[in-house]
């Protein structure tokens, strides 16, 4: 079993930053891929980036030049940093990853970003 603790999220206006942290009960970080998903009201999650296990990452085109998925392996977190934030970056913000054969997510952050 794995527990994922999603941190950071608050409210910022548009052109903001926020960083997010996700922090494993467990050292999976260095040897599991990682993901951020991102849930707005009334539509499905959506992948928003992604760290293998090597270290390549991967965004979602909307997202692309603005935010920076990194990790720190010493203390089992990746983060999601979150810079010119817009309005529709709003939603809940869920920490994942996949230990065969199981998924595990977060509980979810909140991120509201005002115009």
């Known amino acids: 079993q794995v527990q994922l603790a999603e941190s950071g999220g608050g409210l910022v206006q548009v052109g903001g930053s926020l960083r997010l942290s996700c922090t494993a009960s467990?050292?999976?970080?260095?040897?599991?891929?990682m993901a951020w998903y991102r849930q707005h009201p009334g539509k499905q999650r959506e992948l928003v980036a992604a760290?293998?296990?090597?270290?390549?990452?991967n965004y979602a085109d909307s997202v692309k030049g603005r935010f920076t998925l990194s990790r720190d392996h010493a203390i089992n977190t990746v983060y999601l940093q979150m810079d010119s934030l817009k309005p529709e970056d709003t939603g809940v913000y869920y920490c994942?990853?996949?230990?065969?054969?199981?998924?595990?997510w977060g509980q979810g952050t909140q991120v509201i970003v005002s115009s």
């Open positions: 994942y990853t996949r230990i065969r054969p199981n998924n595990y």
């Open positions: 467990r050292s999976i970080v260095t040897n599991n891929a």
């Open positions: 760290i293998s296990v090597g270290g390549s990452t």
